[in-house]
Every structure is written in C-alpha cells, then in structure tokens.
C-alpha cells in the first residue's frame, strides 16, 4: 500500500512538473524507483496492464533499438545518452498504464494535468508580457508550438467534463480564461505544425463539444478586437506580433515554395532520405542524428545549404534513422492500438469519463499529423512525457482503466 503510494505520487510529481525540464521529473521518477524496490522486497508481483501483443513490441523495440545502437556507436556512454531516449519512452507509457488503472488516480492525474496547464500558461504569459516575441517556459517557439498541441484538447473539454462542471461563475470564468490563453498561446508559438494540427482536431471538438463552440466563438471575437485596436492605436508591440503572425500566414499559403512552406525543413528531408536509403533496416542508431547528418549530406548532397540540424524534423524519418523500419513499424502499431482503443472507449466508456477518451484519442491523432513538421521524442526532456503518458493510459488493458 505504501509502495503504491509513492509510485504515485512519484508519477503525479513528474508530470507536474514536466513542462520545466528533465531534473524534476527524474526526481519523481527515483520516488517510483523506490516505491517500486519496496514492493520487490516484500515479493509483490505487479500486474500486466498491456495486452500480451503490446508488451511484445515494446520488449521487440528495447532489444532492436539496444542492438542496433550499440553497433552503431560501440561506445558505452554514447550507446547510453542515445538508447536512454527509447527507455524513457517504454518507461513512461507503462508507469502511466500501471497508475491508471484506478479511477482514484485518474481523478488525481486529471486535476494534475490541469494544474500544470494554469501554471505554465500564467508563467509563461508573465514572460510573455516582458518579450512578445518571446516562449514562456519553453527554450523556442517549437516547444512551445508542441506543448500547446498536447494540452489543446484537454485544456478545452475538461471544464466541460462530467465530473467538473462548476455552478460558480468564478470558476466558470477561470476555465474559459485558461482556454482562451491555450488558444492565444497557440497563435503567438508561430509555429506551422501546431496550428495545422490543432485546427484540424478543433473540428472534432467543435463536433462533440457546446463548450468548446462557444470559446472558440469568443477567441475568435477577441482575436478580432485586439486586430482592431492593436491597427488602429498602431501600437509597436502588436505591430511586431502581426508582422511575425502575417509572415507564418504567408509562409502556410506558399505552396509554390515548398523550402519556404517547410522552414527549410524540405532540405533537412533530402538528407534524411538517403540516410534512410542508406541504412533502410537498422537505422543509425538512436541519438544518432546529428553525428551522421553532415557526412551523409558531403557523400550525396554536398550542394544542400543547411549547415546542421540535431533531427529530422519529422517523426517518422527520425524513426527510420533511429531504428530502420522495423522500429517505424512497431510504433505505427502502437499508435494504431492506442487509437483504436481510445475510439472504442469513447464509443462504450462511462459517460463520466467519455470527454476523457476522446481527449486522449484527439491528442494522439493531433501529434502523429504535428510529427510531418517536428517529433515529440526530440522534446523527450521536457513535453514528451506528456504524450507517453496519454498514449500509455490509452494502451491499458480491456479490463483495466476506467471503461464501466
């Protein structure tokens, strides 16, 4: 019971405090640790919370991905920062499954995660107001773009869940405000692949959600006040933040352009090709982009201009690299279930936790169309554990979670 109990709150703290960097939630993560040795001293087993075909590809991607890693960098430390992307990832999805299965803990997890939203949002609005152009908590603008992604259905349909629908116009005013701040923090991120993937799963929530019509309704109406009076008193600060607004719109419509349409990253993808076609089954190994980027890029396309980049830019090229495509595989299966699972849920849950499912169920499928421009492993020290945590809890067994 005690071991149980620090496994959780370990789990809580880390994803509280996940927005801030890695040192706190490996703190959280030593809780689990020990809360999971006391429960090997006393002989507790701990239950299977993945389907026997789940478990399998992730134990088939920790043995491919050490392999091919190991071969690819044969050098303990190097084989250790790059393999330990992968670790973390199994990690956090199974700790989530494993916590998750009570509803207890989801009510806890629910009003965590939400906790985490108002006090990154109110930090990073605070600097925000310092520097206009600037990222909040987030070291750039495609953090920021990412972590707005990951909380953009939950931050809009948990006020309007079963279990949270408040008689105070207080608290009623505070969840639209928190809403309206996630919609504003997504616009000033001017990051393309957030607001592509974000308006497309707006229309799922527009669909299910009256709460959800009636705050874009009036983001909408004072996104175009504050166009009016920002134009009109031509103040400087708006001035810049509409320039740099104008040049992202610009930037979004230029399909005659696709080097402009990508930020480049069209020619970060030509040398991704070839070290995929170079090394189509095993990958480089994990971590291994940046190292192999220029020397691919001398042997094929000496001409490309872009100096370095630290990945790919896009999930499913950094997936091959990493790991070839079998690891492509495994994780598009992964994905697959998860989606499956959580639209089955949704369909047949409890009404209590139906706004829950489809939260998870839009998430994932708002993060695998974000991945054709970024990847949420290359954000592994701050927002990835976010979507580890969804996709875990969406990947629970039949029997566990909170579906009756």
């Known amino acids: 019971m005690v071991a149980d109990r620090i496994i959780e709150f370990g789990f809580l703290w880390s994803l509280f405090w996940s927005p801030w960097g890695p040192v706190p939630r490996y703190l959280g993560w030593l809780l689990v640790f020990i809360g999971l040795a006391l429960k090997a001293i006393k002989r507790e087993s701990l239950p299977a919370v993945f389907d026997r ?16 890693t190991w071969f690819a960098k044969n050098d303990f430390a190097l084989w250790g920062r790059g393999y330990s992307m992968l670790v973390e990832f199994v990690f956090a999805c199974w700790l989530a499954a494993y916590v998750l299965r009570k509803e207890k803990n989801v009510n806890r997890w629910v009003h ?10 109110a930090f990073s609005f605070f600097k925000i107001a310092q520097n206009p152009l600037g990222e909040g908590v987030y070291s750039n603008i495609n953090s920021l773009g990412l972590y707005v992604c990951l909380i953009f259905p ?9 279990n949270m629908v408040e008689k105070s116009h207080i608290k009623s005013f505070g969840y ?52 009016l009076v920002g134009h009109v008193t031509a103040d400087s600060t708006f001035k810049k933040v509409f320039h740099r607004f104008s040049k992202e719109v610009q930037q ?9 349409l990508t930020t480049n990253r069209s020619d970060i993808w030509q040398v ?9 089954i095993t990958g480089w190994g994990w971590g291994r982009f940046r190292e192999e980027f220029q020397e691919v890029k001398k042997r094929y396309v000496p001409e490309n201009h872009i100096k370095e980049a630290p990945d790919a830019h896009n999930m499913y090229l950094n997936l091959l690299i990493y790991g ?35 939260v998870c169920w839009v998430t994932i499928l708002l993060i695998l169309l974000y991945s054709i421009g970024g990847d949420v492993f290359s954000f592994r020290y701050k927002a990835a554990v976010l979507f580890w945590t969804v996709l875990g ?12």
């Open 252 to 260: 979004i419509t230029s399909f005659h352009d696709i080097s402009h």
């Open 53 to 68: 075909s789940v478990s399998f590809v992730f134990i088939a991607l920790l043995i491919w991905g050490g392999v091919v």
């Open 154 to 162: 939950f931050a809009l349909l948990y006020p309007g869940s079963a």
């Open 176 to 227: 639209i405000a928190v809403s309206i701040l996630v919609f504003i923090a997504l616009i000033i991120s001017f990051t393309t692949a957030a607001w592509m993937a974000c308006v497309f799963s707006l229309f799922f929530l527009l669909y299910y959600s009256k709460r959800v019509r009636k705050i874009t309704a009036l983001f909408i109406l004072i996104f175009i006040c504050v166009a």
């Open 112 to 121: 965590v995660w939400y906790m985490t939203v108002i006090v990154t949002m």
């Open 324 to 358: 070839g495509i079998p690891t492509l595989i495994g994780m598009l299966y992964l994905f697959g279930v998860a989606l499956k699972k959580g639209f089955q849920r949704f369909k047949t849950g409890a009404d209590k936790w139906r706004w829950l499912f489809l």
């Open 272 to 280: 991704a090709y070839y070290m995929v076609k170079e090394k189509p």
């Open 393 to 404: 809890f969406s990947l629970q067994r039949e029997n566990y979670g909170i579906e009756s």
